[in-house]
């Protein structure tokens, strides 16, 4: 049974870089079938997708439009975990975040893949406040 | 884009659950999945591929809808499934989310 725990700190100052860590157990960051995720979820904005990792012989991401020029996600494969980083933030980044898994799947008939977060962290609350 | 409606659905236990998410454009059932969060948890998978109950999942829940309309039954509704469901949508280098039904006892 796969887990993801998650740390990181709870406050972060306006300017300055929010960091996270999504620790893997019962799973390897480098699963062909997997792909690391971050998510958070506010009042204002709801769940938002942040970006993912994944490998697939070798390792690539995506992040969303809104992240891009602020967003890092990065596998540490000799720790079995992977990071956010997101940079220069503000209060409107106070949200709690989320890691995951989203599974990817063949569909038993055609040639089409599942795709799903099957597993989630706890959940970390960031505040951004000086 | 996902659209859920209602915003807040009111019910009492026994009843019957009608959860839609209507998406801006056509997406392939494979890629639509229900997500059910309680207060202070993390979401959690119920459906995925539009139809499929996740490992665990009663078969109360379940899963319809093709092209741009997706719709979550919930039957026989238990005290335990008040809570707030989001859709959720896997695309080309994104995840989307529907803004969520609140599931309230009536």
């Known amino acids: 049974q796969l887990q993801l725990q998650q740390s990181g700190p709870g406050l972060v100052k306006p300017s300055q870089t929010l960091s996270l860590t999504c620790v893997i157990s019962g799973g390897r960051v480098s699963s062909n079938s997997a792909t690391w995720t971050w998510i958070r979820q506010s009042p204002s904005r709801g769940l938002e997708w942040l970006g993912w990792a994944y490998y697939r012989s070798r390792w690539d991401t995506d992040y969303a439009v809104s992240m891009k020029s602020r967003i890092t996600i990065t596998p540490d494969t000799s720790k079995n975990q992977f990071s956010l980083h997101l940079t220069s933030v503000t209060p409107e980044d106070t949200a709690v975040y989320y890691c995951?898994?989203?599974?990817?799947?063949?569909?038993?008939?055609?040639?089409?893949?599942?795709?799903?977060?099957?597993?989630w962290g706890s959940g970390t609350t960031v505040t951004v406040s000086s | 884009v996902l659209t859920q409606s209602p915003g807040t659905l009111s019910l009492s236990p026994g009843e019957t659950a009608t959860l839609s998410c209507r998406a801006s454009q056509t997406l392939s059932s494979s890629y639509l999945a229900w997500y059910q969060q309680k207060p202070g948890q993390a979401p959690r998978l119920l459906i995925y591929g539009a139809s499929t109950r996740a490992t665990g999942i009663p078969d109360r829940f379940s899963g319809s809808g093709s092209g741009t309309d997706f719709t979550l039954t919930i039957n026989r509704l238990e005290p335990e499934d008040f809570a707030v469901y989001y859709c959720g949508q896997y695309g080309s280098s994104l995840l989307a989310f529907g803004g969520g039904t609140r599931l309230e006892i009536k």
């Open positions: 995951g898994r989203l599974m990817s799947e063949p569909v038993p008939w055609g040639s089409n893949y599942y795709h799903y977060i099957d597993v």
